[in-house]
């Protein structure tokens, strides 16, 4: 009898040991395009994560050259 309890209490440990949940560190780093606000290029109309683009006067571009082509243009037709 004592070492059906005996054994008892390691199944017991056992089942506390595998059964601990594990805590895992989550990496949370911010992955493009995951969870953040996508912006359209004013001047090709392409979409792109906030933080890839360009901002200048209020309007997002994908990238330095369509931000000046954009204004290029929106100056000329002033
Ligand atoms: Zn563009």
Known sequence: MKLLFFL???LLVYV??????????RPNFPGPGKGEDMVRC????????????VLSQGEFYCSDEH????????????
Do not use: I, N, T, Y
């Open 42 to 53: 004013a001047q090709c109309g392409v979409h792109l994560p906030r933080s890839e683009g």
């Open 8 to 10: 008892f209490l390691v």
């Open 16 to 25: 506390l040991v595998f059964k601990k949940p594990q805590a895992r560190p």
């Open 67 to 78: 931000r000046r082509q954009h204004q290029a243009s929106s100056a000329a037709s002033d």
